[in-house]
């Protein structure tokens, strides 16, 4: 124990990260005192891998990427993903519509949550492909209209909900209307936001919810269905990505397919930081604020997060990269790899927690140390990853919010 806070002071005065110090919440951890010596080795841990990862890339030389990168990507982690999210979404509608003709009974609501938090778990590892045809015809924001900081779902679905308009339980027809009515957070607030208790209480009112929630999911479902379709081998993102040429309008060869996808993962993880963590967590326990988790409304937070980094992992992975780096720069597949692993077991940890646990010391550690290992994930994509292999990130779908 003593040789680790030797090394966490040495640390703090003589282990700046390339592109810049140690990050404020990285020095504020590490000099915090623990109780828990096996917490101080795992930050310890993380924080070497993390620095060896960065002294790698000092004197490195570019890696040569695998022509079948796209190929790889698409088989490995893309199809199954929006395959699953289809299946996913398809298998709560179904069970949906039956409970909510029978009258949303409690015998059968555990079926109902449990084949939400499935398919929350599916687009937690589809949700990093904002890019293709996610970003067309606002696919994304129609399935994941979150943050919603104005409250715009709840609002939309009170009108709604008041309205009881029967045309709007027709396939296709919410297509047509607010983004905030159409995806997993208006089902989510359907099935689990004020009101939801009285689901069951045989009433046209929570009828009309009920089957107003199987609607919504089957807008999801379509939505997936579009993104099979275009991901496909037929598809034209699909061909594109996977086979990139000179002519192609969209992918013209490897190294934008790369940038495609190390640019992805930069903005998953830049989305994770900024948008799903720093909001909720606030700079202290008082300032922590449950209600700014995804998907809190169905306790969902910590297991959705959990997936979501999983997600990123596997997309990494299903590249392949670990041969393909140069010499100098090999440690940085395996080093990226145990980061994510790092973040999704802090995540894991807490996800049967009630959120105001998890946010709550001295389970706030967990997401404490997610936080700093996203913070540094987001280095290592920008600043050794990507440039291991000659590619720029540009613009991503979070610039310009």
């Known amino acids: ?25 990285v020095v504020a951890l590490a000099r915090r005192k623990t109780s828990s010596e096996t917490y101080l080795r795992r930050l310890v841990t993380t924080l070497v891998l993390t620095a060896a990862a960065f002294g790698i890339s000092a004197n490195a030389t570019a890696g040569t990427l695998p022509a079948d990168l796209g190929q790889r990507l698409a088989d490995g982690y893309i199809r199954p993903a929006t395959a699953q999210l289809l299946e996913r979404s398809n298998s709560l509608q179904t069970s949906l519509v039956p409970w909510c003709e029978a009258g949303a009974p409690a015998a059968g609501r555990a079926k109902i949550d449990e084949n939400f938090r ?8 589809v949700e990093l492909l904002r890019f293709g045809p996610m970003i067309g015809d606002n696919r994304f924001e129609r399935i994941f209209f979150w943050p919603d900081a104005r ?12 309205a009881a308009d029967p045309a709007a339980l027709a396939p296709g027809a919410l297509r047509a209307r607010s983004v905030a009515v159409q995806g997993l957070p208006a089902v989510e607030f359907l099935l689990f936001g ?3 208790d009285t689901l069951s209480d045989g009433s046209p009112a929570s009828r009309y919810r009920c089957l107003l929630a199987a609607a919504t999911t089957a807008n999801v479902r379509d939505i997936s269905a579009e993104l099979v379709d ?6 034209d993102t699909g061909r594109a990505f996977t086979e990139p040429k000179a002519e192609n309008s969209i992918y013209r ?10 640019k992805a993962l930069a903005t998953g993880i830049k989305f994770l930081r900024e948008a799903k963590l720093a909001p909720m967590m606030g700079a202290t326990a008082s300032e922590a604020r449950a209600q700014r988790g995804t998907f809190w409304r169905s306790g969902s937070t910590a297991r959705y997060l959990a997936a979501n980094v999983r997600g990123m992992g596997d997309f990494y992975a299903a590249a392949q990269l670990a041969d393909s780096y140069s010499s100098e720069e090999r440690s940085a597949d395996s080093g990226f790899l145990t980061e ?36 540094n994930l987001g280095s290592m994509v920008g600043g050794v990853i990507a440039p291991a292999f000659g590619v720029t990130l540009g613009f991503n779908a979070l610039d310009g919010d």
């Not at 124990?1 to 919440?25: D, I, N, Q, V, Y």
């Not at 499935?118 to 590892?125: C, M, P, Q, S």
């Open 1 to 25: 124990m003593h040789a680790l806070r030797g090394f966490r002071e040495s640390w703090l005065k003589k282990m700046p990260l390339a592109g810049g110090p140690a990050t404020p919440a």
């Open 118 to 125: 499935l398919l929350l778990d599916a687009w937690a590892r």
């Open 151 to 162: 409250g715009a779902v709840p609002r939309q679905l009170g009108l709604a909900l008041k």
């Open 194 to 196: 004020d009101g939801a």
């Open 230 to 235: 275009a991901w496909s081998a037929t598809g």
């Open 253 to 262: 060869n490897t190294q934008e397919v790369a940038a495609e996808a190390f």
């Open 340 to 375: 994510i692993a790092s973040a999704q077991s802090s995540l894991q940890a807490i996800a049967d927690m009630p959120l105001d646990t998890a946010l709550a010391e001295p389970n706030r550690r967990h997401l404490t140390l997610a936080k700093l290992i996203a913070d």
